[in-house]
């Protein structure tokens, strides 16, 4: 089956200047994750869907793909439908979504998200990694709750699955799983994510995933590596960004 991963990349962040233009490592940080995505070889194309002729610019210099989207989608979901509809990407099966902000997304989740649609487990695939409490009672945590088979049974912000009694915490905490922003989908189900309205879920929690969910459709959740950097949305982050990067990727001169 052959994989289309898009990487949406909006320039208008909030807590985040500039975001996708911002340097990592002395590169954008969109390319950083482009680059990223590239050398898993999941995927046979890696786009970048943006509203941005820099971030366009960025991308094209390297030797990359990137194409122009509306300015006015509601979501990156939505800005990566429009690009799998476009006919130079009409022979892709699968299509991966990976967030323009995760420069070192694990390999793992992509690979596991992916290989929950093309086994045929379910339409639409993602990830999710072993949490502690901090992340059990962090708003900024998305947890997900699985049945046996690995289905999601719920996504949310709040602390799930919630422990009544304290002798059961030690369980609660061997089930707490924080989901990762990495979607695959077949052609299929990402048409009718987008075609479905806005659940009264999805905005009370302000989770998207919780929209086909709500509608029946089955979403895998694959098992991922705990990531030590997470997505970039603040100053904070990209400081500890590029920390990391220099620690791990950084060439150093012989003493």
Known sequence: MRVLAIIPARRAATRLRDKPLRLLGGAPLILRVWQRVSSFHVAHRVVVATDDVEILSVIESAGGTAVMTDPDHPSGTDRIAQVAELHDFSNADVILNVQGDEPFVDELAVRGAVGIVTSGRASIGTAAMPAGRDALHSPDCVKVVCGDDGRALYFSRAPIPFARDIADAPLQEARVRQHLGIYAYTRDAL?????????????????????????????????????????????????????????????????
């Open 191 to 255: 048409r009718a994510w987008v075609q479905l309205p806005v659940h009264p879920l999805e905005q009370i929690e302000r989770l998207e995933q919780l929209r086909p969910l709500a509608a029946g459709m089955h979403i895998g959740v694959a098992p991922a590596s705990p990531v030590q950097v997470g997505g970039i949305d603040t100053e904070a982050d990209l400081l500890r960004a590029n920390a990391h990067w220099h620690s791990v990727y950084a060439v150093r001169s012989p003493a």
